[in-house]
């Protein structure tokens, strides 16, 4: 990352004292300062790389759970003196059993707070900025500061937000190559149960989440008919108290939204489906089954977090220092039945909305702006994208809903080569459908 991004500047971590600076990091600053057949393209071992780690690399975690808190400890032991993490949960009792930084006395406290003081307190030399809030309440200003995101998720939203929100720093020059200095890599994990996975993320250079949202199953419904009629399991049944009787006869009758993370909602749940599980003879039905079931709350191992864990801080030593050819770039664990791992070199979408260099469009002569964004809106790739687009040419403003709107309304009428002042252009396209800015390469040509 150091390669790909310009280093920023860094606060430097709590020195470090006695045994600690002798030798806790001896084995990076060995892959730091030797030379070898695996190194990385571009790799100069030396001294000052492993002093980057410590002082110089930056590096935002995304999320302080069973994932985050395995993460948070790999990337301080291996050396990473400046770690910042974001979270907005809270400690509840039932994660203590895998999110080892966290104790009893620890619940109900921020998970990013807490988990920050842990690290810091034990590892000499990091430290740990923990910011206690979501995603969305962060500036993009604030993750460009980073050389890598780590994301420790269990949202595939979540995931997505954070893979928008890079690739919409990318910049990209005449020929669609992205410019190296505007790249922020992600490394991004995730577990269920025993399989997991680890990928190496670099926008406008490999697959972004977008590329190959399409591993992601669709979250499991089931027919209404069937909850209604014939449930045959403890889920059936607990989605039929949250989906009908919450309306019919609970607190959704005035109005009330559910709240999975409400104590009250789910237990109100809770005793809905097991007076209907008792009824058709189901079993199962239990508070923490229950909670599963509404949060879509996905199985976790504790080991399955280390292993991927692991693979995801090694993944990110290698960015920050090419001292290794890293991975290329999807790498899959499965654990169920015996152990097998297998890696996958998946390929970009040159048509995808979020890392490419824009969406190819083509356009008669004379094609005004209005005519433009008709046919955009009705573009099957933006469907369901678009519901009022603002269009910028660089940082130009040709048509912009809000205020600037009765300015740069008489474009609507004006060609689109009067407005580029020329044949071929880059637009962007801004939307409150959309989570990023959609680039669009514009051509006119008969």
């Known amino acids: 990352a150091a390669r790909l991004r310009a280093p920023q500047p860094a606060a430097e971590g709590p020195p470090m004292e006695g045994a600690a600076a002798e030798g806790r990091f001896r084995g990076t600053e060995a892959l730091c300062g030797r030379a070898g057949a695996l190194a990385g393209p571009g790799f100069e071992p030396c001294p000052e790389v492993a002093a980057f780690v410590r002082g110089g690399a930056r590096l935002l975690v995304v999320g302080a759970g069973g994932l985050g808190c395995e993460l ?72 460009r500061q980073f050389h890598v995101v780590v994301l420790g998720l269990d949202s595939v939203e979540a995931r997505g937000w954070v893979n928008d929100l890079c690739c919409s720093f990318l910049e990209f020059d005449a020929h669609g190559e992205a410019d190296r200095s505007t ?13 997991g996975h680890a990928r190496v993320l670099v ?21 209404l008919c069937t909850l209604a009629e014939t449930p045959r399991s403890a889920a059936h049944c607990v989605e039929y108290a949250r989906i009908v009787l919450w309306e019919r006869e609970g607190p959704g009758k005035d109005g009330t939204e559910f709240d999975g993370d409400n104590a009250e909602h789910v237990g109100w749940v809770f005793g809905r489906a097991q007076a ?19 949060k879509n709350i996905v199985p976790a191992i504790a080991s399955t977090n280390a292993i991927v864990s692991a693979a995801c801080a090694t993944e990110t030593l290698k960015l920050v220092t090419t001292c290794n050819t890293g991975l290329n770039n999807y790498f899959m664990y499965m654990g169920g039945e015996g152990l097998y791992t297998h890696t996958v070199e998946y390929e970009r979408d040159p048509g995808c909305l979020s890392c490419s260099a824009g969406l190819p ?15 955009l809106m009705q573009d099957g790739r933006l469907e369901g994208k678009l519901k009022g687009p603002s269009v910028f040419f660089g940082p130009k403003p040709l048509f912009s809903r809000g205020p600037l709107e009765a300015v740069t309304a008489p474009n609507l009428a004006k060609t689109m080569e009067n407005l580029m002042g020329g044949t071929e252009g880059v637009l962007s396209l801004n939307d409150k459908r959309l989570k990023a800015p959609v680039r669009v390469r514009l051509t006119v040509s008969t």
Request: hydrophobic residues 40%.
């Open 72 to 143: 948070l400890k790999d990337l301080a032991l291996l050396g990473f003196g400046h770690l910042e993490v974001v979270d907005m949960d809270t400690i509840d009792e039932t994660n203590l059993n895998r999110q080892f930084l966290f104790r009893l006395e620890d619940v109900g406290k921020p998970k990013a707070e807490v988990a920050a003081a842990r690290v810091s307190e034990r590892v000499p030399g990091c430290r740990v900025v923990p910011h206690f809030c979501r995603l969305e309440d962060k500036p993009p200003e604030f993750y």
């Open 183 to 195: 790249i922020l890599p992600m490394v991004d994990g995730g577990t269920e149960g025993f399989k």
């Open 203 to 223: 926008p406008g250079v490999t697959p972004c989440f977008q590329c190959t949202s399409w591993l992601f199953p669709p979250q499991q419904r089931f027919p």
């Open 276 to 294: 209907r599980a008792e009824a058709y003879g189901i079993g199962g039905v239990t508070y923490s089954h229950t909670q599963g079931v509404v």
């Open 361 to 375: 469009c083509v356009v008669p002569p004379g094609t005004p702006l209005q005519a433009l964004i008709d046919m």
